[in-house]
T-cell receptor, first 117, second 114 residues
Framework: DAGVIQSPRHEVTEMGQEVTLRCKPI?????LFWYRQTMMRGLELLIY????????DSGMPEDRFSAKMPNASFSTLKIQPSEPRDSAVYFC???????????????FGPGTRLTVL | SQQGEEDPQALSIQEGENATMNCSYK?????LQWYRQNSGRGLVHLIL?????REKHSGRLRVTLDTSKKSSSLLITASRAADTASYFC??????????????FGKGTKLTVNP
């Protein structure tokens, strides 16, 4: 299994531009998570999906951020317009929900390092 | 804000020594997980302990959970330089609508000196 795949690995853009981050979860996993990590704020959960449905998006910082999961094998996180304070490493993770409804361990992708100038 | 809190924030030890990291949380949990992150990489799952378990082992790792004190500890025995990384605890808490909310701590940065 290739694990969780994220693209791009690095993104440098200018303030005001639209940024789209992509994630392919592990096949068979039914939950997907988007995180942001910075030195100042640590690891923050932005949003997570269960069976392609957003369950908790309370971590999404502003309306400039949006996430979609059109099918079980693909998700996007979009920032429009981007700002310098959005610079961070964005991680995607996937997991499966057990029969009891309890989440098991998460498998993280390598991350996308975003720099907004 | 993160509710899981690890301590210490940073820990430096010599190879061969044991390393103990603690995690505290504030609300009831279904399970608690420990993750490791090497610099510049994604997190890697280490061990999961359920709320009805008190101790779990995996190789040189030992995790305990005390739900009465709302705390967990991760012990790495006979540490190696390759154990140098940041370690995070994460807990799933019951959330609205029967779902669960995941909360990560800020991590403990462990340095093992050769």
């Amino acid at each position: 299994d290739a694990g969780v795949i994220q693209s791009p690995r690095h993104e440098v853009t200018e303030m005001g531009q639209e940024v789209t981050l992509r994630c392919k979860p592990i096949s068979g996993h039914n939950s997907l998570f988007w995180y942001r990590q910075t030195m100042m704020r640590g690891l923050e959960l932005l949003i997570y999906f269960n069976n392609n449905v957003p369950i908790d998006d309370s971590g999404m910082p502003e309306d400039r951020f949006s996430a979609k999961m059109p099918n079980a094998s693909f998700s996007t996180l979009k920032i429009q317009p981007s700002e310098p304070r959005d610079s961070a490493v964005y991680f995607c993770a996937s997991s499966d929900v057990g029969a009891s409804g309890v989440y098991n361990e998460q498998f993280f992708g390598p991350g996308t390092r975003l720099t907004v100038l | 804000s993160q509710q899981g809190e690890e301590d210490p924030q940073a820990l430096s030890i010599q190879e061969g020594e044991n390393a103990t990291m603690n995690c505290s949380y504030k609300t009831s949990i279904n399970n608690l997980q420990w993750y490791r992150q090497n610099s510049g990489r994604g997190l890697v799952h280490l061990i999961l302990i359920r709320s009805n378990e008190r101790e779990k082992h995996s190789g040189r790792l030992r995790v305990t959970l005390d739900t009465s004190k709302k705390s967990s500890s991760l012990l790495i025995t006979a540490s190696r330089a390759a154990d140098t990384a940041s370690y995070f605890c994460a807990s799933f808490r019951p959330y609205q609508g029967g779902s669960e909310k995941l909360v990560f701590g800020k991590g403990t940065k462990l340095t093992v000196n050769p």
